[in-house]
């Protein structure tokens, strides 16, 4: 079957500075790559030089004069986030444009970040949580777009409040589902204060629909040695142009929502084709989990909490 071309105009972004997350490889270097090819010039904060240096030449082979940049981040490590945040506010550009959109999903067994906190929640959600704070004079100088790419896992379970770092139980797929809630209603917020502060900032979310993308891959950093099945049936459907998107129209939604004049603070973008899968991006109703203020004022309180716990614990370490 023969898959119907998808795709989205990005305005000219020359002048402006952007930052993705998570663009080493997949959905990342298409957002990346498409953010180059409109004029921005687009720092990747990667984990993995390597993969980073491959997605940097993938990028340039595309657009020659493309302006890109690596820099060095671990979302596990709010050490490296800091980090991060220290060096970009050294060099003083304002940032534009920041798509949070890096991210680990199920790992078979319960793994901890290196600050303690339950891996998915505290790479998917709280690495981005302390990037924005880290970054927030740079993206209040370039009155800055933040999309939080998301997941159609953030319409299913919940946040598990007694038990944000799933210490006393763990399932894997709650626990992703808890991070993307998390993120979503982190990206909600942070669109309500900085209108109500005056920060200048808009805040907004995207989610891919179904991919093939790396996220279900072989990942042995997370324990998973082989690719899942769901991954392989994924791969099938996608590449017969069933239901489910390809790695370059699951990226879309976030460049939508990151780019265009029609996209809007506090709102979600995602496929609007059936079950919202794949197809062409558009807005679409917010998740329900994301519809609270008072959960999404409780997520920015618990989170500034254990930001500031792990960082209390990071530093007395070091004095010791």
Same mark, same amino acid.
């Given at each position: ?180 809630? #998390? ?78 004049? #029609? #996209? ?53 370490? #070091?004095?010791?």
């Amino acid at each position: 079957m023969a898959r119907k071309q998808t795709d989205i105009t990005i305005p000219d972004l020359t002048g402006k500075r952007a930052v993705v997350t998570g663009a080493s490889d997949g959905m990342g270097v298409v957002i990346a790559a498409r953010l180059a090819a409109a004029g921005a010039d687009v720092v990747l904060p990667v984990r993995n030089e390597r993969k980073g240096a491959a997605a940097v030449d993938e990028i340039r082979r595309r657009t020659p004069h493309a302006s890109v940049s690596l820099r060095e981040l671990d979302l596990s490590s709010l050490q490296s986030v800091a980090a991060l945040g220290r060096s970009l506010v050294d060099e003083g550009a304002p940032v534009h444009v920041l798509v949070s959109n890096a991210g680990v999903m199920t790992p078979p067994a319960r793994q901890t970040t290196e600050d303690g906190l339950e891996l998915q929640f505290g790479t998917n959600h709280l690495g981005h949580f302390a990037l924005v704070q880290q970054l927030l004079p740079l993206l209040r100088a370039g009155s800055a777009r933040i999309t939080s790419q998301l997941s159609i896992a953030a319409d299913h379970n919940a946040v598990n409040w007694d038990d944000l770092n799933w210490e006393r139980s763990y399932s894997g797929m709650r626990a992703y589902s808890q991070s993307k809630i #998390a993120l979503g209603l982190f990206g909600v917020e942070l669109d309500r204060r900085s209108q109500a502060e005056g920060w200048g900032i808009t805040s907004n979310l995207a989610h891919p629909g179904i991919a093939p993308t790396s996220l279900l891959a072989a990942r042995p950093e997370v324990g998973r040695a082989k690719q899942t099945f769901g991954r392989r049936l994924i791969q099938v459907l996608s590449a017969r142009g069933i239901l489910v998107g390809t790695v370059g129209s699951a990226a879309l939604p976030a460049l939508f929502a990151a780019t265009s004049p #029609a #996209a809007h603070g506090g709102r979600l973008y995602g496929p609007k084709g059936m079950g919202h899968l794949g197809g062409p991006p558009a807005e679409q109703k917010l998740f329900s989990r994301l519809a609270s203020s008072e959960d999404a004022a409780r997520l920015w309180r618990a989170s500034e909490e254990l930001v500031r716990s792990a960082r209390n614990a990071t530093e007395g370490n #070091a004095t010791v």
